[in-house]
Nanobody, 122 residues
Framework: VQLQASGGGLVQAGGSLKLSCAASRLTFSTYYMGWFSQVPGKEREFVAG????????RYADSVKDRFTISKDNTKNTMYLQMNNLKPEDTAHYYCAASTFEGAIWWRSYDYWGQGTEVTVSS
């Protein structure tokens, strides 16, 4: 399984970004996919997750009603639409795949992309 995240950048508070995670050699309906954020000195934190075959969306409380996770199986790609961004959303964002449905602990994930940087200025 290979995961490639992209779409990060610099945005002002209140702005939007859409992250993408392209997957290859991923067996459909097998994995639960997640987005995690990480800042220096801290563990990776769960942001949002979705079953690769659809459904079972979960969100961290801090991003509910602002972020939306989705996927397009025809493009083998998962997305994270990030709206109303806040400076505290600044982090390196990773996409990952787990065999555990609904997993929110980063150690439950087996495969990781290299991540993409999101910086939100105030």
């Amino acid at each position: 399984v290979q995961l490639q995240a992209s779409g990060g950048g610099l945005v002002q508070a209140g702005g939007s970004l859409k992250l993408s995670c392209a997957a290859s050699r991923l067996t459909f309906s097998t994995y639960y996919m997640g987005w995690f954020s990480q800042v220096p000195g801290k563990e990776r934190e769960f942001v949002a997750g979705i079953r690769w075959s659809g459904g079972a969306e979960r969100y961290a409380d801090s991003v509910k009603d602002r972020f939306t996770i989705s996927k397009d199986n025809t493009k083998n790609t998962m997305y994270l639409q990030m709206n109303n961004l806040k400076p505290e959303d600044t982090a390196h964002y990773y996409c990952a795949a787990s065999t555990f449905e609904g997993a929110i602990w980063w150690r439950s994930y087996d495969y990781w992309g290299q991540g993409t940087e999101v910086t939100v200025s105030s």
